[in-house]
């Protein structure tokens, strides 16, 4: 890595790297009282690849941006294809701002989208305060998926709202899960009519993978609870603005070539239900921004038990407490 710069938030609490050169990538998103890492390490080292080189050539770990798809999707209509996790991951962003706010603003190639992101602590929780603006003259159309892909011990529980009680089958590995299929939440019937609890992070098998995902209701929340530390995060969202998350759960089985592989979940606000600007299109959930148009949103990480142990209902009570986004801000 011959261009790291990383820049750092820190407070009595919370402890946040960031990496400009590497697409604004969050690097480290750690507990100051336990010294607990919460985002998963690089799976290999940090490089500048092409335009259109496949996330499995990324390092593989941290929080990313994906912006205006995360699956790669060919030309639609007279607007250019998408590469695979999209445009600003790869890309060097420029940084506005650094101090108490990190302020930094990477272009998208494939559309012409500029996305500002401003990151700052609020006690334990980081704060992102998102700005994506049109520099064209013409209509762009996108989606934008969170990225965090997390650290993870055998154990640790995934806590979704009460009123999610299903979700819906992007991809799961070995067809362990029927694609396209609404399962169950958590206790979900395999294709051989097996129960797999997802909301409990199995061992590292080398052979599960899932990507699901889940239509909010009133509550913007997810989380995931680390047993062993007594911690865990909560990520807290507008659901009004972003109605959708991914849930990729992953125990080994990516990427498809090579000896590292991830072992995470990743919690994944979004404005879309389908990885695909494509399938955005034919299901009626891409965005679409007119000429110079601005659009806003915000992203909680919450640090949970930054101060104190909890333990499972402490936490669970804790995620489900309302808590306003503007009084974080």
């Given at each position: 890595?011959?261009?790291?710069?990383?820049?750092?938030?820190?407070?009595?609490?919370?402890?946040?790297?960031?990496?400009?050169?590497?697409?604004?990538?969050?690097?480290?998103?750690?507990?100051?009282?336990?010294?607990?890492?919460?985002?998963?390490?690089?799976?290999?080292?940090?490089?500048?690849?092409?335009?259109?080189?496949?996330?499995?050539?990324?390092?593989?770990?941290?929080?990313?941006?994906?912006?205006?798809?995360?699956?790669?999707?060919?030309?639609?209509?007279?607007?250019?294809p998408v590469p695979d996790h999209g445009d600003l991951w790869r890309s060097k962003w420029h940084v506005d701002?650094?101090?108490?706010?990190?302020?930094?603003?990477?272009?998208?190639?494939s559309r012409p989208l500029r996305l500002s992101r401003r990151a700052t602590l609020d006690g334990s929780s980081l704060v992102l305060e998102y700005d994506l603006v049109n520099?064209?003259?013409?209509?762009?159309?996108?989606?934008?998926?969170?990225?965090?892909?997390?650290?993870?011990?055998?154990?640790?529980?995934?806590?979704?709202?009460?009123?999610?009680?299903?979700?819906?089958?992007?991809?799961?590995?070995?067809?362990?899960?029927?694609?396209?299929?609404?399962?169950?939440?958590?206790?979900?019937?395999?294709?051989?009519?097996?129960?797999?609890?997802?909301?409990?992070?199995?061992?590292?098998?080398?052979?599960?993978?899932?990507?699901?995902?889940?239509?909010?209701?009133?509550?913007?929340?997810?989380?995931?609870?680390?047993?062993?530390?007594?911690?865990?995060?909560?990520?807290?969202?507008?659901?009004?603005?972003?109605?959708?998350?991914?849930?990729?759960?992953?125990?080994?089985?990516?990427?498809?070539?090579?000896?590292?592989?991830?072992?995470?979940?990743?919690?994944?606000?979004?404005?879309?239900?389908?990885?695909?600007?494509?399938?955005?299109?034919?299901?009626?959930?891409?965005?679409?921004?007119?000429?110079?148009?601005?659009?806003?949103?915000?992203?909680?990480?919450?640090?949970?038990?930054?101060?104190?142990?909890?333990?499972?209902?402490?936490?669970?009570?804790?995620?489900?407490?309302?808590?306003?986004?503007?009084?974080?801000?």
């Open positions: 890595m011959n261009e790291p710069k990383t820049l750092l938030l820190e407070n009595d609490l919370l402890q946040v790297q960031i990496v400009p050169n590497f697409g604004g990538k969050i690097t480290s998103l750690r507990s100051v009282r336990t010294g607990e890492e919460f985002l998963l390490p690089p799976l290999k080292g940090y490089r500048h690849v092409s335009a259109y080189a496949s996330f499995s050539e990324s390092d593989g770990g941290g929080f990313d941006e994906c912006l205006p798809s995360v699956a790669t999707c060919d030309s639609i209509a007279d607007e250019p701002s650094r101090g108490s706010a990190i302020v930094l603003r990477g272009d998208a190639v520099l064209s003259d013409t209509p762009a159309t996108w989606l934008w998926s969170a990225h965090p892909l997390l650290k993870v011990d055998s154990g640790d529980r995934i806590v979704l709202p009460h009123e999610i009680e299903s979700l819906t089958v992007s991809y799961s590995a070995g067809d362990l899960l029927e694609k396209a299929s609404c399962v169950r939440w958590p206790l979900a019937q395999s294709t051989s009519g097996r129960t797999v609890d997802l909301s409990k992070m199995s061992d590292r098998d080398g052979i599960t993978a899932h990507k699901l995902f889940a239509r909010m209701g009133e509550s913007g929340w997810a989380a995931l609870y680390r047993q062993r530390v007594g911690q865990g995060l909560v990520m807290r969202f507008d659901p009004s603005v972003l109605p959708y998350m991914g849930l990729w759960i992953c125990s080994g089985a990516w990427p498809e070539s090579g000896t590292e592989k991830q072992y995470t979940v990743a919690l994944e606000p979004t404005t879309c239900n389908t990885d695909s600007l494509a399938h955005a299109h034919l299901n009626k959930t891409f965005r679409s921004l007119n000429a110079r148009e601005h659009f806003s949103w915000q992203l909680e990480i919450q640090l949970a038990g930054a101060v104190q142990f909890l333990n499972y209902q402490d936490f669970c009570a804790t995620a489900s407490t309302v808590r306003s986004l503007e009084s974080s801000a």
